[in-house]
């Protein structure tokens, strides 16, 4: 049996009051004119769902709130969701069953969602996602209550173009799963698998890439083929064996040749060495000395040359009578200028020269320079001796040092020969070890990519064989269910008479009208009163089997937009047996289905089967607001009409 889904109640909360409608039949007709809101009402109750809605403009500027009283499966809530750009984001929530109000629940991904509460009143989870087949490496969208109410909303703006959102590829994904999902032939656990094994192929993908890029790498670079390396490594480690035991034998040989007056040669040559070195220190840190010194002295020089031309250029500017100021350059010779005054500064003048100031700077730095002489001479002096003794000591060690080769030249040189040859063996077997071991490693993580690529494949092959398992388990009423849908869809076809449809059927892959043995799509084109009709019996089709199988999650209800204008003929006869169909479906299934369909132009035959509720331009469904008229009225999905 399919699960109930039912609303009970609408109401809508605007700025001049609330308007109320309650769905309380099994079939509802909002009957009225194009352009009294009936579509207007049906986006709202989509957009309270917490969908994405095509809001009329009287929604925008006049509606505040939209609040849906609603019956899913076990639960009924009460939805209200603002209109309010900001507020939209969350719907207040009411358990109407425990009379609880529950906590807000954001319309996007964040907990509490109102997309994980509607899906868990079907009794679906909220993590399942729709992993396209073929290539695809991603785990696919995530499956949301938006989808499920795709299946039971026809808007008006799409009964007449395709069916199902066909045309949108993107969407075949979850089209197909939410599908399979209503009539249980899919699972949560077979659709985790699958976003699992699609997964994998983007690792296998990444794995097989890095392998083939790292293989082709040392191929290109002419590196040594594993089993080569590894027999050279093993040859390195003997030849690293022998040098080491042969230097070993050259140091056991070469130790008793030292006989004790080398020993203290050597002793001598290490101190006349050492003794080299502190002398050679000394040089230097003399030189360093000399060259600060040389460099205040220079310093010292500077001063003294700079205060013995502020003298002179003194001495030169005394004797200057200026007639113009030097500074601004305004004439010195129109003014009274008292006696013995600077005709420029106006002081007196002449002032007694007094330099003794002078005088006791040019003596102090006089002398600095004197002191400085003495030192750099002392220096130079120490630097002379300390080169003097480096030399001596230089000629020391070459002495001792060239004593010391004549007596070890016939005794240890040819052992200290071997050795140096044993050890260059050495170094050379272990670079040869290092180098070939670094091949080793490259070839390991191309032996580790391999392995890693044929684990994940591995994975792939076991979770690919587990989905098999359980789809083979499905297998049977996968082919009862669509045998039964293209049983039903035939007759529907033949029922409502569709104009040059002789067999209708449904797709075993796609799921998809399959009329006259072609794609409906290939048979008719968008716009038509056929698409139309071929969609209501689809969809009728796929409710009615729902409706007598167990254990189908199928949602029974249908929310229909406009058909009769969509049917875009004349032909009152395919509009009344439309109506026919819906009625015979809803009385068979009293209390256990819900149709609301808005429309005109209704037929006269069974308008006493359903509860309809009337609309017009002074009555609209949202009654609060003055309607303008419908040559004012801009109607969802098309531009604004004017007088």
């Not at 398992?469 to 008479?497: G, K, N």
Request: charged share 25%; hydrophobic share 35%; with cysteine.
């Amino acid at each position: 049996m399919s699960t109930q889904f039912r609303i009970n109640a609408v109401t809508l909360a605007t700025t001049e009051g609330e308007v109320n409608y309650r769905f309380p039949s099994d079939l509802t007709v909002l009957a009225g004119p194009t352009g009294v809101g009936k579509t207007t009402l049906l986006e709202l109750i989509k957009f309270g769902f917490g969908g994405d809605a095509r809001l009329a403009t009287v929604a925008q500027e006049h509606v505040n709130d939209v609040i849906l009283d609603v019956t899913i499966g076990d639960q009924r809530l009460r939805i209200a969701r603002s209109l309010d750009s900001t507020k939209r984001k969350k719907a207040r929530v009411t358990d109407l069953t425990a009379q609880e109000r529950l906590p807000d629940h954001h319309i996007g991904t964040a907990q509490p969602s109102l997309n994980t509460l509607l899906l868990s009143a079907l009794g679906l989870p909220d993590d399942m996602k729709a992993a396209a087949s073929g290539q695809s490496t991603k785990a696919g969208s995530r499956i949301s209550f938006n989808d499920v109410f795709s299946v039971l909303y026809l808007p008006q703006y799409e009964i007449n173009i395709d069916i199902a959102n066909s045309r949108q590829s993107y969407l075949e994904p979850k089209r197909k799963i939410v599908f399979e999902l209503m009539f249980g032939l899919t699972d949560s656990s077979i659709l985790g698998m699958r976003s699992q094994v699609n997964l994998l192929k983007g690792e296998i993908a990444t794995a097989t890439e890095q392998y083939n890029t790292v293989l082709q790498f040392l191929r290109d670079s002419s590196t040594t083929q594993r089993i080569e390396a590894e027999e050279a490594l093993q040859r390195a480690f003997v030849a690293e064996r022998e040098a080491e035991s042969e230097r070993t034998v050259l140091r056991e040989e070469i130790d008793p040749v030292v006989d004790r007056h080398t020993q203290v040669m050597r002793d001598l040559l290490t101190e006349a060495e050492r003794s080299l070195a502190d002398t050679r220190a000394t040089a230097k840190e003399l030189q360093r000395q000399k060259n600060e010194c040389a460099q205040e002295r220079r310093r010292v020089q500077s001063d003294l040359d700079r205060l013995n031309r502020m003298r002179d250029a003194g001495e030169r500017l005394a004797n200057i009578e200026f007639l113009v100021c030097p500074r601004c350059m305004q004439s010195l010779s129109g003014r009274e200028v008292p006696a013995d005054t600077c005709r420029v500064c106006l002081q007196p003048d002449p002032v007694e020269a007094s330099g003794e100031e002078d005088q006791y700077e040019l003596r102090q730095l006089t002398q600095q320079l004197e002191e400085m002489d003495d030192q750099l001479d002392s220096l130079i002096l120490g630097i002379s001796e300390a080169n003097d003794a480096a030399e001596g000591r230089e000629n020391l060690v070459q002495k001792l040092t060239d004593e010391l080769d004549s007596r070890t030249v016939d005794r240890v040189t040819p052992r200290l020969q071997a050795y140096s040859d044993a050890t260059e063996r050495l170094a050379t077997a272990r670079a040869q070890q290092e180098q070939l071991e670094g091949v080793l490693r490259q070839w390991d993580r191309v032996n580790d990519l391999e392995n890693a690529v044929q684990e994940l494949r591995t994975q792939q092959d076991r979770l690919q064989a587990r989905i098999d398992q359980a789809t083979l388990a499905l297998t049977l009423r996968r082919d009862e269910i669509l045998d039964e849908i293209s049983e039903e869809f035939q007759a529907a076809a033949t029922t409502l008479r569709i104009p040059g449809v002789q067999t209708a059927a449904i797709h075993r892959t796609n799921y998809l009208p399959v009329l006259n043995g072609k794609v409906f799509s290939d048979l008719m084109p968008p716009g038509g009163g056929m698409m139309t009709a071929t969609q209501l019996a689809y969809w009728t089709s796929l409710l009615a089997v729902a409706l007598r199988n167990p254990e189908t999650p199928y949602p029974a209800f249908l929310l229909i937009d406009t058909p009769r204008l969509a049917l875009n003929t004349p032909n009152d006869e395919l509009a009344a047996a439309l109506y026919r169909r819906l009625v015979t479906l809803a009385d068979a299934n009293q209390r256990k289905v819900q149709f609301i369909v808005a429309d005109n132009n209704l037929p006269a035959e069974y308008r006493s089967h359903y509860s309809e509720i009337d609309f017009d331009y002074d009555s609209p469904t949202v009654s609060t607001i003055h309607h303008p008229g419908l040559a004012n009225v801009r109607t969802i999905g098309k531009p604004a009409e004017t007088s």
